[in-house]
């Protein structure tokens, strides 16, 4: 919803209202000893759409139903044509100008004081939802079945088989908000989720006793129904959805979106700091410090903070002015990251030489590519061909055999597998055939010509 700001919180004292009705102890219809279900609409101008909102609510199956529109400073003659044309409806007005939390506290504040039953439930909704008229049964349904909290599936009213939200979690370590945009067939309820949204959730109001309202004081607008939720579930009570009902959500109107690219100071501060952003910077700083694990916690500050320099940095004209500076951190940061893996890697062929002594040179992929390429070319011996073993007397095959020579990845050409030859396996022809193998000329025309014959893929 659309808000303006507002100077009173719940979770302090409840905001003077004044509520104006022409049925006020009056539910819509008889619903003999059914819970009532007192539905919140907080409103800021946009009448068109609490005049649609209202409507859909009156086509309810389920009694009894108290509509409460708890407006928050509306300059469109909002109060004036709901009293005129709704009597039946409860219209709550403040002094102070009201956000969209301060106007849902203002009407659960109501709805407790109002509620003859313990078994009551309070619906927050958005006036800008689409819901059918088995809407509030279904839910109250689920609520009594799984007794808990529930929102609806939550689908774009442009795209209804379009899911929007079918459960919503926290993932702290990365501190983000993933949402669940499927479900199974014969799926009907997903008990799991960590918060509900604040559009089209039932809540009894035994909950919001034992946990408290929702505090508009530190939670203005944004967040302020993930707050009210984590308290629930802080208390010990379930949340869950129910997908045997929807709800469709003009996602068009939402308020600020996190944005991206360069822009000006304004706009980034607006994404910041501004009541209406949903990356409100204060709320989430807030939001983090009361609920957040106490081992996530510090890491999750750390990356708010860093989101707001980098984007008053990055985002903004100063760009230029900064960038030179990013580019030579980066570098250093590189330099010193590939240090520490050379220094691994190095550490690693030591370990490997102190094992396998001077035989580490007949597997020149296990040497550090930072020196492979001159440590082959003068140490290490080359691959040998099935000509140059007979031209130097000797027989590949045995050699294979005794573990002197090792097949290449080629048809007819080997390596030397060790330096190390028995008294016995030394002979002039075997000599002969490692100078030749450690002969860089012969080396670098046998390397050659290998490595075209794997191109080729003369394989065994």
């Not at 219809?29 to 409507?55: E, K, M, S, W, Y």
Request: charged content about 20%; hydrophobic content about 45%.
């Amino acid at each position: 919803m659309e808000a303006k700001p507002e100077t009173i919180g719940p979770g302090a004292e409840t905001p003077p209202v004044a509520a104006t009705t022409g049925e006020s102890e009056d539910c819509l219809g008889v619903g003999g000893d059914r819970p009532t279900v007192f539905v919140v609409i907080p409103v800021f101008n946009r009448l068109h759409f609490t005049q649609a909102c209202i409507d859909a609510l009156k086509t309810q199956s389920y009694r009894p139903l108290q509509i409460l529109v708890s407006d928050g400073g509306s300059t469109d003659d909002t109060v004036a044509v709901l009293r005129r044309d709704y009597p039946e409806v409860v219209v709550l007005t403040a002094q102070a100008e009201l956000w969209w939390a301060g106007a849902m506290a203002a009407g659960i504040a109501y709805a407790l004081a109002h509620s003859h039953s313990p078994a009551d439930y309070v619906l927050m909704m958005n006036n800008d939802t689409q819901i059918p008229p088995d809407y509030v049964s279904t839910l109250v349904n689920a609520a009594q079945t799984h007794q808990a909290a529930v929102g609806a599936l939550i689908v774009d009213s442009r795209d209804p088989a379009k899911i929007l939200d079918a459960g919503e979690y926290i993932d702290w370590p990365t501190y983000s908000f993933p949402l669940k945009t499927s479900v199974a067939s014969a799926e009907t309820f997903c008990g799991d989720v960590d918060v509900l949204p604040g559009r089209g959730s039932l809540v009894p109001l035994s909950m919001i006793r034992a946990a408290g309202n929702v505090e508009a004081a530190l939670w203005p607008h944004y967040l302020a129904d993930y707050e009210f939720f984590c308290r629930l579930k802080g208390h010990g009570f379930k949340l869950g959805v129910c997908y045997e009902t929807r709800l469709l959500a003009h996602i068009e109107e939402t308020g600020i979106l996190p944005g991206a690219g360069v822009k000006g100071f304004a706009t980034i501060w607006q994404e910041l700091f501004s009541r209406r952003s949903m990356s409100n910077v204060v709320d989430h700083w807030r939001f983090v410090k009361r609920h957040a694990p106490a081992k996530y916690r510090p890491f999750i500050l750390l990356r708010l903070s860093r989101r707001v320099a980098g984007d008053l940095a990055f985002r903004t004209p100063l760009r230029p002015f900064f960038l030179p500076f990013y580019w030579a951190l980066r570098a250093v940061q590189i330099l010193i990251a590939t240090v520490k893996i050379q220094a691994k890697i190095f550490a690693l062929f030591w370990q490997d030489i102190r094992k396998n002594g001077v035989d580490v040179l007949c597997y020149p992929h296990r040497i550090p590519k930072l020196i492979r390429i001159p440590v082959y070319l003068l140490l290490c011996p080359g691959p040998l061909s099935h000509s140059d073993c007979l031209g130097r007397g000797v027989d590949p095959d045995l050699l294979v055999s005794h573990d002197i020579l090792r097949p290449a990845s080629v048809v007819d050409w080997y390596c030397l597998n060790s330096f190390k030859l028995s008294p016995e396996q030394r002979s002039p022809q075997l000599t002969a055939l490692v100078w030749l193998a450690l002969n860089p000329i012969k080396k670098i025309a046998s390397t050659l010509t290998w490595n075209s014959m794997m191109r080729k893929g003369s394989k065994p």
